[in-house]
T-cell receptor, first 113, second 114 residues
Framework: AQSVSQHNHHVILSEAASLELGCNYS??????LFWYVQYPGQHLQLLLK??????LVKGIKGFEAEFIKSKFSFNLRKPSVQWSDTAEYFC???????????FGKGTMLLVSP | NAGVTQTPKFQVLKTGQSMTLQCAQD?????MSWYRQDPGMGLRLIHY???????DQGEVPNGYNVSRSTTEDFPLRLLSAAPSQTSVYFC?????????????FGDGTRLSIL
């Protein structure tokens, strides 16, 4: 079964700091990779996704992620965070040919102004 | 176009009561699923459906039932509520069950069991 590991449960940054959130998955076959964001009191929204091709994918709000197949990783990055990025971030993986999505436990990001 | 609609938004139950969480979508999506979200646990899959008349268990199915009689609706039933089922429940859909399309989430139902 697929498992997803997010390295940091809580991250605290000041505005303008750079962000990198780690995500590793266990299944070695073809995967589809996603990052979702959940703002306080809201539902999950898609930040970005990787299916194939260029391993560096760009999403909304200045976020990007890099897929490194050899490391089973899909880390999320943002060069300069804003207070409005305060949210919980979830990495999710779908094994190609399967219907279900497996989520990591999430990383709570707090950005201080 | 409402997308994914979950009702109710909030509910308080007593232990042993039953209730149904509703999920409706107007996007003609084939795939529908239910997750529960608990602090520090991420989202865990309860049940899912790859089409009308087809359902299957996810990671944490015990205590929950589902059915999918139409494409649009995927209700989640708690037969005898327990305090351990206190959680936020999300319904999610995607256009095709086995494609690489992302899932669309409803606004959630916050459920408390006393």
């Amino acid at each position: 079964a697929q498992s997803v590991s997010q390295h940091n449960h809580h991250v605290i940054l000041s505005e303008a700091a750079s962000l990198e959130l780690g995500c590793n998955y266990s299944y070695g076959g073809t995967v589809n990779l996603f990052w979702y964001v959940q703002y306080p009191g809201q539902h999950l929204q898609l930040l970005l996704k990787y299916f194939s091709g260029d391993p560096l994918v760009k999403g909304i709000k200045g976020f990007e992620a890099e897929f490194i197949k050899s490391k089973f990783s899909f880390n999320l990055r943002k060069p300069s965070v804003q207070w409005s990025d305060t949210a919980e971030y979830f990495c999710a993986v779908k094994n190609s040919g399967y219907s279900t999505l497996t989520f990591g436990k999430g990383t709570m990001l707090l950005v201080s102004p | 176009n409402a997308g994914v609609t979950q009702t109710p938004k909030f509910q308080v139950l007593k232990t042993g009561q039953s209730m149904t969480l509703q999920c409706a979508q107007d996007m003609n999506h084939e795939y529908m699923s239910w997750y529960r979200q608990d602090p520090g646990m991420g989202l865990r899959l309860i049940h899912y459906s790859v089409g009308a008349g087809i359902t299957d268990q996810g990671e944490v199915p015990n205590g929950y039932n589902v059915s999918r009689s139409t494409t649009e609706d995927f209700p989640l039933r708690l037969l005898s509520a327990a305090p351990s089922q206190t959680s936020v429940y999300f319904c999610a859909t995607s256009p095709y069950s086995y494609s690489n399309q992302p899932q669309h989430f409803g606004d959630g139902t916050r459920l408390s069991i006393l």
